[in-house]
């Protein structure tokens, strides 16, 4: 039964979001119950160091947790990828690795993030493209900017859908507004 488990599992691919992809890492690693490898790794005793039955135990079941997280790391990762972050010895310092690389110093996310705001800023409805596919790229983004710290209320989002819709959209855009504004009249 667990084998079968274990044959389902997914590793999430490593597609250049950063983010995304150590969100969903973290998640199937704490499942596991080997996130703590990842926060705080584990210290190999200092050569010549004696240890007694239960340590050498302990260490060698803490080193095969590590290889087996390394595993998924090395499957989640592109060879390309992982060849310049290949010299690491344990998972924490791979995963270290992906972090500083992919999701960059506080300089390079506030670039992402001025980036993200602009895209935000200029989103608006394409000719052909329904009310549900614009709030999905209109709520990607915003949660993009989310994951980048950016506080977006989900006010701050339906304004901006209702703004920007196409203009064969007023009238639903008025009905929604005249419900609006007689709720806050009400309450």
Known sequence: MAAEREMTLSIPKFDGDYEHWAMLMENLLRSKEWWSLIEEGFAEPARGTVLNGQQRSELAEL???DLKVKNYLFAAIDKTILKQILQKNSSKELWDSMKAKFQGNERV??????RMRREFEILEMKNGESVTEYFSRVMTVANDMRNLGEE????????????????????IVC??????ISTRFIS
């Open 175 to 180: 009905a929604i507004e005249e419900k609006l």
């Open 63 to 65: 080193k095969l947790k």
């Open 109 to 114: 996310q506030s670039a992402q993030l001025q």
């Open 152 to 171: 977006m209320p989900e006010s701050k989002v339906v304004e901006k859908v209702l703004r920007t819709l196409s203009d064969r959209f007023t009238y």
